[in-house]
């Protein structure tokens, strides 16, 4: 099956405070790439699964905490283009009725909890050749997808955007922020929101991502718009998610409405030159809202 999907649409902005500080806002719906795989977890797998596809490997392994969009785009991924997969689940026991790993399951992926000292190892080069000898034929993807292979597919993701004079992202694990760094033309500045605290530690895990990132200084990662941490928000940043519906842009409360919650208080602050257009990427992760409607959180 050819690993392809349509590229998403651009949506522009209209809105009061854009018109009064003239700035031109579209956002890139990468949310709308396809119903289940969206966002950035798309364009991040896009390229490990065709690894895997070229390679007839048929065993995908990856990481991710109970909630993770990661989990819930893999899982979808492997049933879609026949893959089997297992994911490690941060946790002592996996809640059965959560909706994300509920819907993992209904994709036949296995889930492993792991406790949080084990999970920890996830990264370490001992640990990983310990799961490869033990699932033979097998990739493993790191947490939230972002390596070598992510970032090609996010270049792709810059290509279409050469019309912008600004990029802006949610930052996660810096795979979508160090793809837009390659793909975008050097003239476009490219801003990284940080979703979690004390991220300044992603700028050296750029370095190593981005070859670019070292050579020109048209990026920033922005780490004061972090909301308290990594999942945490208030109830000001999920009113502004709730208003934007009026603008037709469904948005979650840890990843692109963040983003899109510190973009405005940017221009509310006079951040952007009049007259500047800005492309803003919608980087999917609406199936998390069931998950934060089950904890009873919004």
């Given at each position: 099956?050819?690993?392809?999907?349509?590229?998403?649409?651009?949506?522009?902005?209209?809105?009061?405070?854009?018109?009064?500080?003239?700035?031109?806002?579209?956002?890139?719906?990468?949310?709308?790439?396809?119903?289940?795989?969206?966002?950035?977890?798309?364009?991040?797998?896009?390229?490990?699964?065709?690894?895997?596809?070229?390679?007839k490997i048929n065993h995908l392994?990856?990481?991710?905490?109970?909630?993770?969009?990661?989990?819930?785009?893999?899982?979808?991924?492997?049933?879609?283009?026949?893959?089997?997969?297992?994911?490690?689940?941060?946790?002592?026991?996996?809640?059965?009725?959560?909706?994300?790993?509920?819907?993992?399951?209904?994709?036949?992926?296995?889930?492993?909890?792991?406790?949080?000292?084990?999970?920890?190892?996830?990264?370490?080069?001992?640990?990983?050749?310990?799961?490869?000898?033990?699932?033979?034929?097998?990739?493993?993807?790191?947490?939230?997808?972002?390596?070598?292979?992510?970032?090609?597919?996010?270049?792709?993701?810059?290509?279409?955007?050469?019309?912008?004079?600004?990029?802006?992202?949610?930052?996660?694990?810096?795979?979508?922020?160090?793809?837009l760094i390659e793909g975008a033309?050097?003239?476009?500045?490219?801003?990284?929101?940080?979703?979690?605290?004390?991220?300044?530690?992603?700028?050296?895990?750029?370095?190593?991502?981005?070859?670019?990132?070292?050579?020109?200084?048209?990026?920033?990662?922005?780490?004061?718009?972090?909301?308290?941490?990594?999942?945490?928000?208030?109830?000001?940043?999920?009113?502004?998610?709730?208003?934007?519906?009026?603008?037709?842009?469904?948005?979650?409360?840890?990843?692109?409405?963040?983003?899109?919650?510190?973009?405005?208080?940017?221009?509310?602050?006079?951040?952007?030159?009049?007259?500047?257009?800005?492309?803003?990427?919608?980087?999917?992760?609406?199936?998390?809202?069931?998950?934060?409607?089950?904890?009873?959180?919004?």
């Amino acid at each position: 099956m050819n690993i392809v999907l349509p590229e998403s649409p651009l949506q522009k902005i209209t809105h009061p405070l854009l018109s009064h500080h003239n700035i031109s806002l579209t956002v890139k719906r990468d949310d709308l790439l396809h119903p289940i795989i969206s966002g950035n977890k798309w364009r991040k797998l896009k390229y490990n699964l065709i690894h895997a596809q070229q390679n007839k490997i048929n065993h995908l392994i990856s990481f991710g905490g109970p909630f993770s969009n990661h989990i819930h785009a893999l899982a979808a991924a492997g049933r879609i283009f026949g893959f089997k997969t297992s994911a490690y689940i941060r946790g002592p026991e996996l809640d059965n009725q959560n909706p994300t790993l509920r819907f993992a399951k209904s994709c036949d992926m296995r889930l492993i909890a792991v406790d949080r000292i084990t999970y920890r190892q996830k990264d370490d080069l001992g640990y990983l050749a310990s799961l490869s000898a033990k699932h033979p034929n097998c990739l493993i993807i790191p947490e939230g997808g972002t390596n070598s292979a992510a970032i090609l597919g996010v270049i792709e993701l810059a290509q279409t955007l050469h019309q912008a004079d600004v990029l802006v992202t949610p930052v996660g694990s810096a795979g979508t922020l160090a793809g837009l760094i390659e793909g975008a033309h050097t003239e476009q500045k490219i801003i990284g929101i940080a979703v979690l605290k004390q991220a300044e530690y992603l700028i050296e895990k750029m370095n190593q991502l981005s070859p670019k990132s070292n050579q020109y200084n048209n990026w920033q990662l922005m780490t004061q718009f972090h909301g308290g941490g990594y999942g945490k928000f208030n109830r000001e940043l999920w009113h502004f998610c709730q208003s934007m519906q009026a603008y037709h842009l469904p948005l979650e409360p840890i990843y692109s409405g963040k983003m899109f919650f510190a973009l405005f208080e940017l221009i509310k602050q006079g951040y952007f030159q009049s007259g500047t257009k800005i492309s803003a990427i919608h980087t999917g992760g609406l199936q998390g809202i069931a998950g934060l409607k089950y904890c009873g959180r919004i």
